[in-house]
């Protein structure tokens, strides 16, 4: 896989708790960090640093962690979300897939979904890259997706926001009328919020005009984790 992402949240609530080293970390499988973070601590940690990282600057990334379920249920989560994303990293290989925590965090530049300038409409390209994300998220029924929308910062800020977000709901839309339920959908318009590259080159701007996406479990899933968790 080219371009996939792991991150990982591990936290300890004991006399002399400690944190272990990155590597370490790494070295464990989800199933192994889901139940070492807990479920009560593992919500609690999970939601401040998802308030946190919302408002610093990162709205996906905040979005996923914010769900984080903790102990063996988040770690059967997690291991549904591996696979997930590794067929998202396979069917779409420049898309930035990163596992975080119990969730993944989809960035899609403009190289994969491009619209017409000014325009909310999809591209022949983008459209095809989308039917490649159709292809997964119909094997994985039981997420939720919040799409947000980006653009650089060339023009009016306002212009900018609401042009985003119309582009966040021609994904929304372009992917419901492919068969995905539209009640899995949020979407949000960041407009020039969030940049990830200099908005001073062109190739900074390009980055900027991006599409992300937030993909956590929905209550089903959480329900049948809890359940494979207590069998064992």
Known sequence: MKRL???????????GSFFTSCEAVKNTNKTQRGAGIGTAAGAVIGGVLGNNLGKGGNTALGAVIGGVVGGVAGGVIGNKMDKQAREIDNALPGAEVERVGEGIKLTLNENAVRFDTNKSTLTAAAKSNLDKLVTVFNQYPDTDIQIYGYTDSTGK??????????????????????????????????????PIASNETVEGRSKNRRVEFAITANEKMVQDAQKEANKN
């Open 157 to 194: 800020p306002e212009y900018n926001l609401t042009l985003s977000g119309q582009r966040a709901d021609a994904v929304k839309n372009y992917l419901a009328s492919k068969g995905l339920s539209s009640s899995r959908f949020k979407t949000t318009g960041l407009g020039i919020a969030d």
């Open 5 to 15: 992402g792991i991150y990982s949240i591990a936290a300890m609530f004991a006399i």
